[in-house]
């Protein structure tokens, strides 16, 4: 059973920059599509960024693109967010996510993964 291991979060002030990290346990869905989601108190998860690692395409939410960056480390097998500019609207619990199947396409939408991390929280103050 592959595990994500996500880091990297913390408090900072608005405007700041944080990287999170998202560590696979196996290699199993290296060259599958990964995401990373978040989750705000009283909200739905909502995605962020997803990455297809074979040729790194990525994809980005409206409310996060020109400031998050989603990239990989294949020896590391680790997937960052790095994450600038960033805003109170941003405070929110990240998780990554990783798909069983391959696919060319990573939907931002939690159905389309099948392993989840514990999450790693983002504060943001103002």
């Known amino acids: 059973q592959v595990q994500l291991v996500e880091s990297g979060g913390g408090s900072v002030q608005a405007g700041g920059s944080l990287r999170l990290s998202c560590t696979q346990s196996?290699?199993?869905?290296?060259?599958?599509?990964v995401g990373w989601f978040r989750q705000a108190p009283g909200k739905e998860r909502e995605g962020v960024a997803s990455?297809?690692?074979?040729?790194?395409?990525?994809w980005y939410s409206e409310a996060v693109k020109g400031r998050f960056t989603i990239s990989r480390d294949n020896a590391k097998n680790t997937v960052y967010l790095q994450m600038s500019s960033l805003k109170p609207e941003d405070t929110a619990m990240y998780y990554c996510?990783?798909?069983?199947?391959?696919?060319?396409?990573?939907?931002?939408?939690?159905?389309?993964?099948?392993?989840w991390g514990q999450g790693t929280q983002v504060t943001v103050s103002s």
């Open positions: 996510a990783a798909r069983k199947y391959g696919d060319m396409f990573c939907q931002l939408l939690t159905d389309y993964y099948d392993v």
């Open positions: 196996a290699l199993a869905y290296s060259n599958n599509c």
């Open positions: 990455l297809y690692p074979i040729d790194s395409s990525t």
